[in-house]
């Protein structure tokens, strides 16, 4: 299973509250992020492009939920690079004295997130080809799209998305994060005057920082949420609707609903990401989801 859960980078969002206690039709009369609604991008979601009313869900879009219990999530993130500059010059030709320079450096970043929830609902909802067109021709949304288009008129490519999925974290719970970034350099000349001095000087230094931050949420807040890709291509004539997951931090391994067809980014390269979801649903059901390298 593909991740496609994205997790917000600040979680003041509030969940919407539905005119129905079915949820008939999506209709919802609070909430600052809602399941249909449009953004500019997952990494960005400011900002939010259908403000007000938003169309009633055609027939065919079932709100399907669940809830989990005692949720708690980690993920760590590792990135390292490191390189060596090395020469030989000669200073006294005569004598055949040769100064040899070696210089390694390495720099490291571990970064790792993480939430603790007491009770976690999600709500998730396919969207119908119907509902994406009059999202589509909302004011706001045109706008957008029309904003972000190629100059050339025949070089009609844009892209959109709406939420399809939310995470949202009820009667609060904690978040944190801490980032540990390592530099260093090591090495030093060696000196070669044959049958006088063969001598080598090395040195090292090496930093370390490390920023730790956490938090108590108050209240019910969306934490992470799920997304469907609406774009246009060059040579396409009609818009086309995919699940995005690229930069995706959470599995959805454990919904119900099969992921639809997803599209693969040519090239795409991420960090390696560790990832351990343990999570009740209802009573005495335990969920541990682990992925691994993508």
Known sequence: MNKCWFVLQQSFYTPPEYASPRKARGKTVTGDLRLGDIVPSPANIYPILTQGTLPLFSPDMRISSTQLCEFVWDTTSERENGGTIGGGVPIAAAAGAVVNAE???????TVTNWANFSKVDIE???PSRSYIEEVLALPDVKDCIEGNKLPLPFLNKWTVFVVTGLMIARTGGTIGSSQTTTQGMSGGPDVDVPGVINAKFQGSHQRSI???KSAEIKGDRVWAVRFAKVYKGLLRRRW???????????????????????????????????????ATEGEGNKWVFVTGDL
Not at 259 to 269: A, D, I, P, Q, S
């Open 240 to 278: 086309m609707q995919t699940e995005e997951t690229a930069g995706a931090a959470l599995d959805g391994d454990y919904e119900e609903e099969s992921v639809h067809e997803v599209l693969k980014y040519e090239g795409l390269r991420l960090d390696t990401e560790i990832v351990d979801i343990a």
């Open 210 to 212: 490390e920023n730790n």
């Open 103 to 109: 210089i390694s450096a390495e720099f490291k970043k």
């Open 124 to 126: 998730v909802v396919q």
